[in-house]
């Protein structure tokens, strides 16, 4: 996965349908999610289509993501979320700004409001787990 300075860095030169295809490209990017997994208790709520968001605990204490979502553009939405804190340990991953990390992406404006209703959810949930897998 890329890091979130490389998605910015090419996201900021780029306009429009352009910016839509990149996020389409980061989510094809994302490691498969096992159907296995996508259930209830990975559901986020919230949002306009449907994701799953499922954490892994690395050996070394880091956090792995898997993440899916049944809509192109939200799915990229979920990597560039998840890019913020992919394989960081997770008390970081827990006490991380991913609103303000985002904030150059300005999603708001860029995309529609549906698309962008779920982001806050996606958010809390990466944290919450975090936060209670860090003890």
């Known amino acids: 996965m890329r890091s979130l300075d490389d998605i910015r860095e090419e996201y900021l030169f780029l306009d429009g349908d352009e910016r839509y295809r990149l996020l389409i490209e980061l989510g094809r990017e994302l490691d498969p999610m ?20 499922y954490p892994t605990q690395l050996e ?13 553009i939200t799915k990229g939405i979920v990597a560039l979320v998840i890019s913020a804190v992919q394989d960081r340990p997770a008390a970081e991953v827990a006490a991380a700004d991913i609103t303000a990390a985002l904030e150059p992406f300005d999603l708001r404006n860029q995309l529609s409001s549906n698309r962008t209703q779920g982001v806050p959810n996606m958010i809390a949930l990466i944290r919450e787990t975090a936060a209670r897998l860090a003890g």
């Open 34 to 53: 096992p159907d296995a997994l996508k259930t209830d208790a990975t559901l986020v709520r919230g949002c306009s289509a449907s994701v799953w968001v």
């Open 60 to 72: 070394d204490g880091r956090l792995h993501f898997l993440a899916d979502s049944n809509a192109a």
